[in-house]
């Protein structure tokens, strides 16, 4: 099966190339780079290098200084331009905007872990040349870009100049009328000095507020007898590399450029760092592509997934699911962000999409992954604990809504820092890891704190009324609905999240260090007393008249929004209508109780989930891209096959066909997340338990079978789906019980293999 994604032909719009160079951008997790065109493009376009976690201060100006909110936030910053790389032809400049293009075709090779640009172009006077561009960033090599230019004159001998430029102060991209990105394009990097190495140019910059250093090292090889020199523009921090060289018919001359960047976050000599890595790079670009296969090939292994009967939904999930492996850090000191690496739409903050939908899909495939994410927020609970005591609280732990280090970077609190459940997400991402992975040493160290500091947030937020546990003045996931009590998913989270702390506590009594560490914490059995009656009696609203759960204790005293009356072009709602005027509707952005049905299992019974599920797709806008994949998984869970089908086709190719008009400020990572759930939790049915493992089976009408590989507690295991029946086989680890299609299984040893049919 080749992993490759295409796209060929015309036309060369803003709007297209804009779409493309986020689909075809290269990330690694540490270092993402927009697929910009290398020579440039006569459109406004977001030409971006980035860094996960590098950031600056910006300011963000309140109309009113009240107290406790925000007024400046963190900001990914556009780190560099080491991407240009201009071709001269006998003085003709290659552009896809001049001359003729005669033959354009871009591809994403998922299993080389490479992008490529074919070009076949004309130039006005005539001078045919077949350019071949090909970009990685290294997965070996975190901190490596390169850039492989094939130039081959097809017309005849002629003279070739190369420019290829290192530009250190670059500018964010903005749009001030689009709240999911940037209002300025100011520049937050000043020169910091410039170091030449022999033929490696170094730049340094430093970010104005923050302080934090970063180094671009770039170094070029090119394969035929040339003339080269570096030129530095002292005004600009830019340096400069030109070769000129006789080319002749048919002759490939092969140039590789290699960009080193490090920063100061994770190096405390970025330029001493880069110039090593660039060194063991240089001279080695076949062994690079060979180590980058074999990563990828071993990624593969552990994550496969084939959907048999549909090309087309097939590349879609490959496609996605190498997104979610492009975009992940993996060295604790960042997290995924709402657009990965691929652009700046949301400012690359961090929210609770990366514990709610993309880290199920690191669990199952790359649990290393999984435990990074993790050991990341477990470095920013003391900003969680001080962000708490901010809002009043006096124990516990209130996780940003948004950020990237660990300040609130969310100005508008009704739909921001008032969205408490950000806390249990995490609660929850904590137990799935546990669940998945039986790290004693994590639950120890982190795990149970964490678990312990969220629930105490909960147990200070809430308080007891008539007999009940109630929680109010929060928002939910659905943005529609704001400062709400009683949100029927916070109430969930937070008790699961207050039984799991308790639980966590109870494992660790057993531990050595468990006195040291209950006493720092200054855990008592009164506190965790206090949380099993809160959780056991905890709210969770339910209307007697409609035998649904309402959103929350006054959503069904709204008038219901007219969708249907509601023009097209006013979609989505929130760029149309002021938010006191959605909130006082019964109308949703997105899943919410829904979504709590698909997370928290017997949170309601199976016909108050059809109820409720049939109620509010009424009223459910999509607006967000995180809600179709979320109808369809509790679609698939409820027997709705029609319409599980019909939300995962809206949302597995939202960005490869550009669903929500904004695919050009980012990949959704988030909806991609959850299309590997809509797969695995949803149609495969999988449910992870402490000890067995279930799957429930429907297939989609439209595909023959679907099989994929996944790591469950050291295990890994490959689940084939089939009209017929289903299968279960234990490829490595220990002995594992499974449920399929309601039959009881043991696989004992690796090649066991459990078949069952559909019920």
Known sequence: MQRVYRESGFPLDEERLSRQETLFHNANGYLGVRGTLEEGTRFKTMRGMYINGFYDIVPMKQAEKLYGLTEDKEAMLNVADTQTILIRANGELFSLFSGTVEEIERSLDMDAGVTERRITWRSPSGIRLKIVFKRMTSFVMPHLFTQECEITPLSGPCEVTV??????????????????????????????????????????????????????????DLSVPHKASWRYDKADHAALWQAQYDAQKDETARLIKYTVMYDSVRSGAPARDALSDMGKARGGLTRLYQEQRAYLADFWDRADMEIQGSDEDNIAMLFNMYQLLQSAGRDGKCSVAAKGLSGEGYEGHYFWDTEMYMFPFYLLTAPQIARQLLMYRYALLPFARENAKLLGHKKGALYPWRTIAGRECSGYFPSGTAQYHISGDIAYAVTQYWLAARDEDFMRSCGAEMLLETARLFMDTGNWYQGRFHINDVTGPDEYTCIVNDNFYTNACARYNLE????????????????????????????????????????????????????????????????????????????????????????????????????????????????????????????????????????????????????????????????????????????????????????????????????????????????????????????????????????????????????????????????????
Not at 200 to 205: E, S
Not at 733 to 755: H, N, Q
């Open 163 to 220: 420019e290829s430029w290192q530009k250190a102060l670059v500018r964010n991209y903005a749009d001030p009328d689009d709240p999911r990105l940037a209002a300025d394009d100011a520049c937050h990097l000043v020169p910091d000095g410039r170091e030449l190495w022999e033929d490696v140019d170094i730049l340094l910059a430093r970010t104005l507020h923050t302080g934090l250093q970063v180094c671009t090292a770039v170094a070029h």
């Open 500 to 759: 799991w702390a308790v639980r966590a506590v109870g494992m660790l009594k057993d531990w050595p260090d468990y006195a040291a560490w209950a006493e720092r914490l200054g855990v008592t059995g009164q506190e965790l007393s206090d949380m099993t009656a809160a959780a056991g009696a905890m709210c969770l609203p339910y209307d007697e008249e409609t035998g649904i759960n309402p959103q929350d204790d006054s959503f069904l005293q709204k008038p219901v929004w007219d969708l249907q009356a509601t023009p097209r072009d006013h979609f989505p709602l929130l760029m149309h209508y002021h938010p006191l005027h959605l909130y006082r509707y019964q109308v949703c952005k997105q899943a919410d109780t829904v979504l709590a049905y698909f997370i928290f299992d017997g949170v309601a019974a199976e016909d108050v989930m059809r109820r409720s599920f049939e109620y509010y797709e009424k009223i459910t806008t999509h607006d967000s891209s995180l809600s179709t994949c979320v109808f369809s998984i509790v679609a698939s869970r409820l027997g709705m096959a029609e319409k599980a089908e019909r939300y995962f086709g809206d949302s597995l190719r939202a960005d490869l066909t550009d669903a929500h008009h904004n695919t050009r400020d980012g990949i959704h990572t988030a909806n991609m997340g959850g299309n590997y759930m809509a797969v695995v939790n949803g149609f495969a049915g999988l449910r992870l338990g402490e000890d067995s493992i279930t799957l429930d089976p429907r297939l989609p009408s439209g595909w023959t079978g679907c099989r994929f590989r996944f790591c469950w507690q050291g295990r890994r295991l490959l689940f084939e789906m089939g009209r017929e029946k289903s299968a279960l086989t234990l490829l490595s680890g220990s002995a594992v019980r499974v449920v399929i299609s309601g039959r009881r299984f043991t696989l004992t040893a690796p090649g066991d293999r459990a078949e069952a049919y559909p019920v």
